[in-house]
């Protein structure tokens, strides 16, 4: 599977790790697991996408709307934080995906930077703040 989720913070915050090469197969299978995960969510729920194992993302960009619209169509999103990639085309892809659905989105170059950003703009998370004995630890 080229990518895996799970609850970083129980209804809160879901981790995407990303890994390998993802083609728009799998990137729309993606798109309708994140949907129905968020379904139970505590809104606003707000995405931490591990870029650093992901190859690259195979998609049409004229289909990235229709790829992705069950992800970010009335789902209770807050902010995508991407960390693990500098790769200019991985940066580009998200970008239109911000664009075309109006999210709020942020890179990091760390999965540290990206808790401290979060945990700064959301009061209820002010626990996601990493220890300095363990700065990738979850919380």
């Not at 990518?3 to 090469?21: A, H, M, N, P, T």
Request: glycine letters at 2%; a negative charge.
């Amino acid at each position: 599977m080229p990518y895996k989720l799970s609850w970083y913070i129980d209804q809160r915050v879901l981790l995407v790790e990303g890994c390998g090469v993802i083609d728009e197969i799998q990137l729309r299978r993606q798109a309708l697991e994140i949907r129905d995960w968020l379904k139970d969510s505590i809104p606003p729920v707000h995405l931490l996408v591990d870029m650093s194992h992901l190859v690259s993302i195979v998609v049409d960009e004229t289909k990235v709307q229709d790829i992705t619209a069950p992800m970010y169509e009335n789902t209770p999103l807050g902010w995508r934080l991407y960390f693990g990639s500098r790769d200019r085309a991985k940066r580009h892809l998200t970008s239109i995906t911000s664009r075309l659905f109006h999210l709020r989105t942020a890179w990091f170059e760390h999965k540290k930077d990206a808790l401290w950003f979060l945990a700064s703009l959301d009061e209820s998370l002010h626990l996601l703040t990493p220890s300095e004995d363990e700065p990738e630890s979850k919380v």
